[in-house]
């Protein structure tokens, strides 16, 4: 009998995992995939689910479609608790699996700056249940608002507050900008949702720190077109269920909403090799774990500097660097020595609202319309699966004609206290006023 | 200052509850509807979300905004816990409502017939969350068969018993079939998905007891041309884990669904009014509450009998009664009697599967595709909100054109042990074999 195949597991069926898989499409290995979660998530517009736009099928498709016609790959739903670098095994909830290639690429979770306490205030957003808990705050907000008969709380339901200027903080604030003063602005009979407060915190001097600091500019002064105030060099120093404190300023706030930080997935620290101090994975230049030639490491868990600076966390970065170290395999299987990987940077792209955009494309840069364009098409043309993007299409082209958002349900169990909240519940009367409509429009 | 016009208080945003607010849109009085859901919730669509074939907002409109526009309706998200009828006031989780007229129109629940420690191992069909819920399910059935090395136990991961052959068992079974011949049957490497069983039980001697004999028999055989195996004259006798108890005889199956009974919702207990044998409360033949002439219920939490029958639980029937509810209150304002309601049964249809259904229109009765294609038409006609038409147009087109499913998504937390199961976890291997495809296709 001839020698199986080698075994190659990759651990994640994020944009890294799945570009590693595909590029082992027609090797001579067996494939398995492993993600806790069955299906491949668009993360760059998992903002649009957030905010009530999309629904979360229109961005997230089943791993196992996707890799339906690539006969050597074998797709599980299980998670990763640990994996032996010695032995060469992964330990799965129930199982072990043993590779004789590993591709690590779980990821990044939130990380609160070691306040663990605040993230039952201020969900961040990473999966599609982090976006369905955030849209159902969101929404619940303005229905708890228009219940309220106290003008302050009143007014601390419609603040919201997001925590950290990058791309998600920014889209989301956009957005949440654009439903409140849109989608929802004739739905109610005793609040004026256009009056809602976005508040964006940044700790920085400015927001998309990432980007140049005049594009940086261009999307500020596009926030506050918008109606977003946009406050920079602010720290947050304290978060709980009625608000955020910055040092000695507070803003009461019942909706806090956090994209500040990131930190490598919980696995990474389990793997016992160097972490970087983001909890990301130190790997050597050609994206193997030092010591482990045959474990590579991809995507945000990958703690890898070029030129200085550490590889960026985004969506091309992870492709890449999944394509890479399934080449390295192929190289190794084929006996040849690993190459270095190295960061191709095609521009950055970020969006504000309907039309507000801004793009750096290295000599290009962008900004409004243009922007926005170049934006909407490179979302739509790398949003796996031809359905999702025509229904995506038909979602974006009805929203930006109508203004209204499609997918404004509340699901799940509803708390009017929300997780973590100790509001005191006040008995009230709701009993009808003579003039029901004299007490709207504030 | 002259008197406040009159307040309808509206408990339930269903198809009884939302035509009696519209009904009243030019009426001079103030309507507060009140739900703990934002949504009114196109329910004969449900089980298409439950088998991933519809997105939940496909088949979901916040309620707020199908009032927008009418501009003496108030909307509440808050659930009401009681009613006193002498009082006229309703308790709300934190408030109290005072009415002038008020239209009880909560619904039904599932029904265990006393067995309701039952629930727990078969969800039924009645909210978003419980399609979600049993998608979920219905997903992971396939996820853990595909892991799972044992024989017997793959063959109760790949069986699924429905209990109850009305519409919507007759609906989840023939569309549970589709998916496993269809949507996933490429998708797997160890498992072959249309080799899963699909079960339907029905306690009575046909499936569609609403529908005349021969519809009931076209549908058993479309049901079996599909590949469910039918089984009438089956009383269930109990449910666990890992299985459904029929007399001596006993199906191992991990997947059971709820389709079997339903019940009044538990608001109608909470009035202190004679209730009927399934918890429906007994109205006078204006659809008043006897005693309480101001106090209507609507939909499926009304006892009417008519010509000896019960009115049955349908969305035309609690359309019509909340129209006339509304048309009673507008009488009893203008001081004049009110008139008994009669329900007008315009026909009934059920749907089957891809091109499969029947249609009971009183002279016309039709089955196959003629039947499907009006219960298409239907359905789109009457689905709530144009974006939604175009929207699940395009799906069922889609689905029909490609036999591909866009929801399947497994959302919420996933435990391997579902809910009330108590499966005792075997430690097992799934290390890579030197011929991954040979295990695979049984």
Chains 1, 2 share one sequence.
Not at 139 to 157: H, I, Q, V
Not at 307 to 325: L, N, S
Request: glycine residues 10%; positive net charge; hydrophobic residues 45%.
């Amino acid at each position: 009998m001839p020698d199986p195949p080698p075994h190659v597991v990759i651990l994640g069926g994020g944009f890294g995992g799945l570009n590693a898989a595909r590029a082992l499409a027609r090797a001579p290995v067996r494939v398995t995939l492993i993600d806790r979660r069955n299906h491949h998530l668009f993360q760059p517009l998992l903002y649009q689910v957030a905010t009530a736009a999309l629904n979360p099928s229109d961005i997230a498709v089943p791993i196992r479609r996707i890799l339906r016609s690539q006969q050597n790959a074998h797709v599980l739903l299980a998670e990763a608790r640990s994996v032996d670098l010695h032995a060469k095994v992964v330990e799965l909830d129930e199982d072990m699996v043993a590779y004789d290639y590993l591709v690590v690429a779980t990821g990044a979770r939130h990380s609160y700056f070691g306040h663990d306490e605040w993230a039952p205030f201020a969900p961040g957003l990473k999966s599609i249940g982090d976006a369905l808990e955030i849209r159902k705050r969101i929404l619940l907000a303005f229905e708890l608002a228009e219940r309220e008969p106290d003008a302050r709380l009143r007014d601390a339901f419609l603040t919201f507050v997001i925590v950290g200027g990058g791309p998600t903080g920014v889209e989301l604030s956009g957005a949440l900008c654009e439903i409140a003063q849109h989608a929802l602005s004739r739905d109610f009979r005793r609040i004026n949702p256009a009056q809602a407060r976005v508040i964006l915190l940044e700790g920085s001097d400015r927001v998309l720190q990432s980007y140049k600091p005049e594009l940086s500019q261009k999307a500020r002064e596009q926030l506050e077109h918008l109606g977003v105030e946009v406050s920079t060099g602010k720290r947050v120093t304290s978060v709980d269920a009625e608000g955020v404190g910055l040092g000695a300023e507070r803003i009461e706030a019942r909706t806090v909403l956090w994209a500040a930080g990131v930190a490598g997935s919980g696995l990474g620290r389990g793997l016992g090799v160097p972490l970087t101090r983001e909890g990301r994975v130190e790997v050597a230049p050609d994206l193997s774990i030092v010591g482990h030639k045959e474990a590579f490491v991809v995507g945000d868990l990958a703690g890898l500097k070029q030129d200085g600076a550490p590889v960026p966390a985004v969506a091309p970065a992870a492709m890449q660097e999944g394509r890479h170290a399934a080449y390295n395999i192929l190289r190794s299987i084929a006996g040849q020595p690993t190459v270095a990987f190295r960061y191709v940077n095609k521009g950055s792209l970020a969006t504000i609202g309907r039309s507000a955009a801004v793009a750096d494309l290295g000599k290009i840069r962008l900004s409004g319309l243009p922007a926005w364009i170049a934006w909407l098409g490179l979302h739509l043309l790398f949003l796996v699966g031809f359905r999702n993007r025509l229904v995506v299409l038909f979602e974006w082209a009805w929203s930006f004609l109508s203004y209204d958002r499609g997918a404004r349900l509340i699901t799940g169990p509803i708390r009017r206290k929300q997780e973590g909240r100790n509001e005191i519940v006040r008995p009230g009367s709701i009993a009808p006023r003579s003039e029901p409509e004299a007490a709207g429009r504030r």
